[in-house]
């Protein structure tokens, strides 16, 4: 049985920087071979995608995030780190970590549970 578990969220003031982290357990499963993803579904909103690392260390950022948010991995422990730098109320959201042997998919196979980012004005 494939986990991911969310951690790091919390409420904070705009401009403000945290780092959620994602960790993947699983008797089966080869973190190393997949690529990890950190989706978001704001309040009244449609789940959207973040950021992305690949497998092979690549990264593809939603232009909403791009030069805030960063994506890094250890394949080692088994985890995928999201730092949020400059936060935003905007950035309000339930963030999810997900995996998927697919680079470039709107569904990957594997989700966490969420863990929420609330950033105050």
């Known amino acids: 049985q494939v986990q991911l578990v969310e951690s790091g969220g919390g409420l904070v003031q705009a401009g403000s920087s945290l780092r959620l982290s994602c960790a993947a357990s699983?008797?089966?499963?080869?973190?190393?071979?997949?690529?990890m993803n950190w989706f978001r579904q704001g309040p009244g909103k449609e789940r959207e995608f973040v950021i992305r690392?690949?497998?092979?260390?690549?990264?593809d950022v939603a232009d909403s995030v791009k030069g805030r948010f960063t994506i890094s991995r250890d394949n080692a422990k088994k985890t995928v780190y999201l730092q949020m730098n400059s936060l935003k109320p905007e950035d309000t959201a339930v963030y999810y970590c997900?995996?998927?042997?697919?680079?470039?998919?709107?569904?990957?196979?594997?989700w966490g549970q969420g863990t929420q980012v609330t950033v105050s004005s």
């Open positions: 997900a995996a998927d042997l697919v680079r470039y998919t709107s569904t990957p196979s594997y």
């Open positions: 699983g008797g089966t499963f080869s973190f190393s071979d997949h690529n």
């Open positions: 690392i690949s497998r092979t260390g690549f990264i």
